[in-house]
């Protein structure tokens, strides 16, 4: 069978199944477990596949069709043009993440030596990112979960950044306090968990199969801002900056705790004009 047939083939078992984007997922597949990139797949595909393919093919369409999300099957996904690591107990990287990585390193590309802490750092796509973008920045990245790091430390050592970069193991909803050893930040950045508890089991499958941890925000959502605005901002150097992603129509609460600390707060809209970004800067003293 060629290529061109098994894509065919692969496109309806998974349009059949309800997934939404089955013809692009039938190729990544194939790319992934053929070991072509989408410009080579594209010359071959009219040539016959070896026949181990159809069998890993067969494995990876069983767990796909289970719910397991794509991006576990391939085992990294792309983040601000750069692959992280990505699998079991950790959350996947999304596209809309990426503004507020844009937005953390138009603040501090010019600064002599920023310290950047990422709060619940996860896969660490957002404080890498960071780092690679800005090499004179120090920063931490915070992950409570012993799976979640694991790929933050794969993803770490995939990019090379090992000098001022610190990984550190710790509850953050315990308050900065518990890091006071640390040097004050300039920028805190964060996409912490943020659907409601109640909400948690109307998720899509494939997002179900993501961690929890990654996702439970407490009963309303909002149990990491409230931290985050009681605790962390007064961490924040003075002129210092606050930037957080968060859930459809959590804007304007999460705007509000931070409003509530004297912060100048602005809300910034994802690629779907939906307000997905609280950026609170801390007024100097």
């Not at 013809?23 to 990139?37: M, P, R, S």
């Not at 937005?103 to 002599?112: K, Q, S």
């Not at 960071?130 to 915070?142: S, T």
Request: net charge negative.
């Amino acid at each position: 069978m060629t290529g061109f047939a098994l894509k065919k083939e692969l496109t309806a078992v998974l349009a059949n199944a309800g997934v939404e984007d089955a013809a692009f997922e039938a190729q990544q597949l194939l790319c992934h477990v053929t070991g072509k990139d989408s410009a080579a797949w594209l010359l071959t595909q009219n040539e016959p596949l070896d026949a181990g393919v159809r069998e890993q093919l067969d494995a990876l369409l069983h767990r796909r069709l289970s719910g397991e999300p794509l991006q576990y099957l391939l085992g990294q996904w792309d983040f601000f043009g750069a692959p992280f690591l990505v699998g079991d107990g950790v959350l996947i990287p999304r596209p809309e993440t990426e503004a507020l990585c844009e937005t953390v390193i138009d603040a501090i590309r010019r600064d002599e030596r920023p310290v950047v802490f990422d709060l619940c750092a996860g896969s660490g796509c957002i404080g890498l990112t960071v780092k690679r973008c800005v090499p004179q920045a120090r920063v931490c990245l915070f992950e409570k979960f012993d799976p979640a790091l694991v790929w933050l430390n794969r993803n770490r050592e995939l990019h090379g950044l090992t000098r001022d970069v610190s990984v550190i193991q710790g509850d953050v909803l315990r308050g900065a306090n518990l890091f006071s050893s640390l040097p004050r930040p300039d920028v805190i950045v964060s996409n912490p968990p943020y659907v409601e508890s109640g909400a948690l089991p109307t998720l899509q499958k494939e997002v179900r199969r993501e961690p929890q941890t990654a996702l439970d925000g407490g009963k309303d959502g909002l149990a990491f801002y409230r931290c985050f605005a009681d605790s962390w901002y007064d961490f924040l150097k003075d002129g210092g900056l606050f930037a957080v992603e968060c859930g459809d129509e959590q804007a304007e609460a999460v705007a509000g705790l931070f409003l509530a600390r004297g912060a100048d707060v602005e809300i910034k809209y994802d690629f779907n004009h939906i307000p997905r970004f609280v950026i609170a800067r801390k007024e100097p003293t």
